[in-house]
């Protein structure tokens, strides 16, 4: 297995434009997890899925995050609209449902400007 | 939900001394408590963890143990070197599989 892809590793858009960010979890596992890291605030969790359910999205700063997970293999984590102060390094990461090792992805870097 | 919560944010530590890092968690139910070291520019990998079920746990030169009644958790690496250079993240997993970080500890060995 590949492990756990993201795309794009780099993102650069304009304050004002929508986002997509997108995940391909491990196969065979049952939890995604979308966080967000920054300097101030270290590794925040935004929202989890569970068997493709959102099971807690308080970490989603405001109604302009959105995530969706269609299916077992795909998840997406929207921006709309982007702005500055989305800037960021946003890991999507995967595993087994009951407490083991959860795999992170490489990372997005998105810059707002 | 749960609030984990590290410190000290920074730790320098001299090449071949030990380094501490404690972290405190909220939520008495959760059960998983992973240890995870991110280097500049990296993802973040699990290097150790341990279960509710369990007080210590070692692996080579890191160890973590578990504190339940008080409710926090540390890594111990002895025998610092420079690749331990890193950040460090705790984490607690609950019932639910929701799995929280804390804010990160950023060690420096010292050659």
């Known amino acids: 297995d590949a492990g756990v892809i993201q795309s794009p590793r780099h993102e650069v858009t304009e304050m004002g434009q929508e986002v997509t960010l997108r995940c391909k979890p491990i196969s065979g596992h049952n939890s995604l997890f979308w966080y967000r890291q920054t300097m101030m605030r270290g590794l925040e969790l935004l929202i989890y899925?569970?068997?493709?359910?959102?099971?807690?999205d308080s970490g989603m700063p405001e109604d302009r995050f959105s995530a969706k997970m269609p299916n077992a293999s795909f998840s997406t984590l929207k921006i709309q609209p982007s702005e500055p102060r989305d800037s960021a390094v946003y890991f999507c990461?995967?595993?087994?449902?009951?407490?083991?090792?959860?795999?992170f992805g490489q990372g997005t870097r998105l810059t707002v400007v | 939900g749960e609030n984990v919560e590290q410190h000290p944010s920074t730790l320098s530590v001299q090449e071949g001394d030990s380094a501490v890092i404690k972290c405190t968690y909220s939520?008495?139910?959760?059960?998983?408590f992973p240890w995870y070291k991110q280097e500049l520019g990296k993802r973040p990998q699990l290097i150790i963890d341990i279960r509710s079920n369990v007080g210590e746990k070692k692996d080579q030169r890191i160890a973590v143990t578990l504190n339940k009644t008080a409710k926090h958790f540390s890594l111990h690496i002895t025998e610092t070197q420079p690749e331990d250079s890193a950040v460090y993240f705790c984490?607690?997993?609950?019932?639910?599989?929701?799995?929280?970080f804390g804010k990160g500890n950023q060690v420096v060995v010292i050659p």
């Open positions: 990461a995967s595993t087994l449902m009951g407490g083991v090792e959860a795999f």
């Open positions: 939520d008495s139910a959760s059960n998983y």
């Open positions: 899925f569970n068997n493709n359910v959102p099971i807690d």
């Open positions: 984490a607690a997993s609950d019932g639910n599989n929701r799995l929280a």
